[in-house]
């Protein structure tokens, strides 16, 4: 197993600390000034370190210890990533392309660039697929069959099913002057197709488009009697629903010849841009603007590998896009689709086993939470341990009739939510109950809206957060009547509030009763209803008011302490690194000589390892079976440490543009769990953790697939403490 200890030898300690048990044999080097150079040493650009984020995911789908449907599911995921990328990020690019006088991040000269490194991973994701994996799936006895692949049974089964199912759904629209060029909506499937001969009414119009409805699904499992293979052997056979249109595309055309055809699908910018300082209802203003982020700027289209330069010319031209947004693909336009593939095959043994988490080490199942939480702190570390745990004290909170009040955030909380549903009890039972919901959460606007109005319609207080803002802050307040006085209790987290991506997310939470960080959060919640000014907190750092002052403070006391000679080291986990200030900071502090060690999942503009620069400066990243979603920040200057947890990345939208929160972690054994795991096992793992070069580029990991690394180890660590907890349990 990873050792799981401060002074494990695999990596450069963190710095001791009297507070922390265990740590005191431990020793901190300071790495040798070096004295600071240009101070505007160029950073790295934070869209080609996104595309490279997807590259790393991508490995995951080429590795072949992985099991099979879970590669594929890694290639999904790459598509949803480059999905949003496309809906986020490359609007200005497009728009530059289409510039002669581009300067700064978008110019001809970027787009070219950005859209070659695209280009580059879609074409290596289908050839893996087509050349690796769909093999594979066939010698495992699961076939995608194509039209030319199917027997003469398996095609009239098709040819039923199109005229079922398909057909009347299918809207055939031919262009000409009273029939113009369709809406097609943001990564819809839909078909191009050129005729020959002329229309009922004798027109030569030769384009038609046919939108295909996304209620379609589009993997089809044929039915169990069509799968058996020639020997009598069984197996599962598919068929996708591009390929049925496509081999009944001329049944749409009665009496025209189908000379030409390509499946088509578009990208259009999908980031909602409202106005907030001048709209009277933000909930009425979002639902209006979600009915128009279907139909945005296009920024790429993708067709098949057969498309003609006729058809993509013609489909170029109505989207106005550059000649590198167009992306031939050699199979389905939309890969992510191919993740129905997994449901519809439920195949154990070409899946990863399943996880339980275990029930989380602080706390006693079966005995009141409050009560608990009334001795001392508690730390739950997702997924190793259940999400159940945040439940059952909300649950708990919702039916102890001492419990006054109840107040949360909701950020993603998904469309079916138990969490969501216990707060709509608590208002029944008569509790106040305070939600503030953001509806600004990208791609989750819908859910929150129709969660928002849930809430509303039985009498909770339901409020937006902050005009301009997004709240992304986590936390859940409970107010409950004890003897004569009230006590607050309180969760903190670095995740959402999802039971479902809780399984699939690491993260850390915090159950507490402390009276400073609970009265902080109180007035955390004030302000986001009141609009006024947030008190002076005692615990929390809260933004965009003093959380970006304070890190920046913290690094360079930390870069102070390294000049002096003292101990200084930096050790920080996150998602993504891109602000500006907060990378030169770290910049100035490893040039005095701190020891920083970074663990940065996504996008790093911080160019590590700089001759110069920023060689005291180490940036890792761990791609592995669960998304890493914890922030941790560790700063040790002198005999002086802190250790924070956070729901913000190091980006300037977390820092200046929403309401995020970070809070100190104190109880001695609580600090040092976190240290090991989420810190000290990350700087040692061989497995998973790519290293970030000076250029951008990413090292690989030293032992991929067969190293230590850091979730396997928790997860035998978690698995060996739920085991035992189960064993427990069935023998008492």
Not at 236 to 262: K, M, Y
Not at 605 to 623: D, F, K, W
Request: proline letters at 6%; charged letters at 25%.
């Amino acid at each position: 197993m990873l050792p799981l200890t401060l002074s494990a030898p695999l990596a450069p300690p963190l710095c001791p600390s009297p507070c922390i048990a265990g740590a005191a044999a431990a020793v901190c080097e300071t790495a040798s000034p070096t004295p600071p150079r240009d101070a505007k040493q160029a950073l790295l650009d934070r869209d080609h370190s996104i595309l490279a984020f997807n590259e790393r995911v991508f490995n995951w789908a080429q590795r072949p210890e992985v099991p099979l449907l879970e590669r594929l599911r890694y290639l999904c995921i790459v598509s949803s990533n480059l999905d949003e990328f496309f809906e986020v990020r490359a609007a200005p690019h497009v728009t530059a392309a289409h510039s002669a006088d581009g300067e700064g991040l978008y110019t001809q000269a970027a787009c070219a660039a950005l859209m070659a490194q695209a280009q580059d991973l879609v074409a290596r994701q289908y050839q893996l697929y087509n050349t690796v994996l769909a093999p594979a799936f066939a010698a495992q006895g699961l076939r995608i069959a194509s039209h030319g692949e199917r027997t003469p049974e398996q095609r009239r089964w098709v040819q039923d099913y199109f005229l079922q199912a398909v057909r009347p759904l299918l809207v055939p629209v031919g262009l000409d002057p009273a029939h113009p060029f369709p809406m097609v909506a943001n990564k819809s499937l839909n078909f191009i197709v050129r005729l020959k001969g002329s229309d009922a009414f004798g027109r030569h119009n030769e384009i038609a488009i046919v939108r295909v409805p996304r209620a379609l699904p589009r993997v089809i499992r044929l039915p169990a009697r069509l799968a058996v293979k020639d020997g009598g052997k069984g197996g599962a056979v598919f068929v996708l629903l591009s390929s049925v249109i496509r081999a009944h595309l001329q049944d749409l055309f009665p009496g025209r010849e189908v000379t030409e055809f390509s499946q088509f699908r578009v990208t259009r910018h999908s980031d909602l841009a409202v106005d907030e300082e001048d709209v009277r209802n933000l909930r009425t203003a979002l639902r209006q603007g979600l009915q128009q982020r279907h139909y945005g700027q296009a920024v790429r289209l993708e067709v098949s590998s057969s498309c003609s330069r006729f058809l993509a010319d013609f489909l170029q031209a109505q989207f106005a896009l550059p000649e590198q947004a167009l992306f031939r693909v050699h199979g389905p336009v939309n890969m992510v689709r191919l993740m129905q593939l997994i449901d519809l095959t439920p195949e154990p043994a070409l899946l990863f086993a399943p996880w339980r988490a275990a029930w989380p080490r602080d706390l006693q199942p079966g005995r009141s939470l409050f009560a608990q939480l009334r001795e001392r702190d508690a730390l739950i570390h997702q997924p190793f341990e259940s999400f159940d745990a945040v439940l059952a004290f909300l649950r708990e909170a919702v039916h102890d009739p001492e419990v006054l009040a109840i107040k949360q955030t909701i950020y993603r909380t998904g469309a079916d939510s138990e969490l969501m549903e216990l707060l709509r009890e608590a208002v029944r039972r008569g509790k106040e109950v305070m939600a503030v919901v953001e509806l600004k959460a990208r791609f989750d606007e819908e859910a929150n809206i129709n969660w928002a109005e849930a809430l509303e319609s039985i009498g909770a207080q339901v409020v937006y957060g902050v005009v301009g803002l997004k709240t992304h802050a986590k936390m859940l307040l409970v107010t409950r009547r004890e003897g004569k006085g009230l006590r607050r209790y309180a969760h903190l987290s670095t995740g959402n509030y999802n039971p479902r991506t809780a399984r699939l997310y690491t993260d850390l939470s915090m159950l507490t009763a402390d009276g400073d960080i609970t009265a902080d959060m109180d007035g955390v919640f004030n302000h986001l209803a009141s609009q006024n000014r947030p008190p002076r907190l005692r615990q929390l750092l809260l933004a965009p008011f003093a959380l970006h002052k304070r890190l920046l403070e913290k690094i360079d006391t930390v870069g102070r302490a390294a000049e002096a000679g003292q101990p200084a080291r930096i050790v920080a986990k996150m998602n993504a690194l891109t602000d500006e200030a907060l990378v030169r900071a770290l910049l100035r502090a490893g040039a005095q000589g701190a020891r920083i060690d970074l663990i940065v999942r996504g996008a790093c503009t911080l160019p590590a390892q700089l001759a110069g620069h920023s060689e005291n400066i180490r940036v890792r990243s761990i791609i592995g079976r669960f998304l890493e979603h914890t922030r941790v920040f560790y700063f040790a200057a002198g005999e002086h440490e802190d250790l924070y947890l956070s729901s913000a990345d190091w980006m300037n939208r977390n820092m200046l543009r929403r309401v995020e929160l970070a809070w100190p972690v104190r109880e001695a054994a609580m600090r040092q769990r976190i240290i090991d795991e989420c810190l000290v096992a990350y700087l040692h793992d061989e497995r998973d953790a790519w290293t970030l070069g000076p250029d951008g580029s990413y090292q690989p990991p030293v032992h991929p697939g067969d190293g230590n690394g850091a979730q396997t180890a928790l997860m035998r660590r978690y698995g060996d403490t739920a085991g035992g907890a189960r064993k427990k349990r069935k023998a008492a």
